[in-house]
């Protein structure tokens, strides 16, 4: 007989389709959705969110290439571009945040959002 779902396990497949969701509508997802879900939610460190984040986007990220790439939406030549350098600042940005407190990491997150949102809403 099958195992009913945890609530935890209820509250990750609901993180998992928010950021898809919101992957494939607006091709974002992990930092912005299932971050703060993750820490909001489910009680994770701001580290540890990240972390999970990432191994969530690599599937993610890789079917919404695919669906948009049937769409004939992607610049793969461009995305390469981005992305190899990206690689470089993952480097970085990880080695950074393992050495900015928690909550420092917190506010220059919440920052960030709080930009991005104030220059979307003034467009």
């Given amino acids: 007989m099958a ?15 928010a950021g898809g969701l ?11 959705v299932i971050v703060p879900l993750l820490i909001i939610w489910l009680g994770y460190g701001e580290r ?10 690599v599937p ?5 290439m695919g669906v948009q790439a049937l769409y004939g939406n992607v610049r ?8 190899l350098p ?14 900015i407190r928690a909550r420092t990491v917190s506010f220059l997150f919440a920052a960030l959002l709080v930009a991005v949102a104030a220059d979307l809403v003034v467009r």
């Fill in 60 to 64: 993610t990220a890789a079917v919404g």
């Fill in 22 to 32: 919101v992957s494939g509508l607006f091709g974002v997802g992990g930092g912005s």
């Fill in 48 to 57: 540890e969110a990240t972390g999970t984040s990432l191994v969530a986007i």
């Fill in 86 to 99: 990206a690689l470089g600042g993952v480097v970085l940005g990880t080695y950074l945040q393992q050495r």
């Fill in 76 to 83: 793969l030549g461009e995305g390469l571009l981005i992305g």
């Fill in 3 to 17: 195992r009913m779902p945890t609530a935890r396990s209820l509250r990750l497949a609901g993180i998992g389709t």
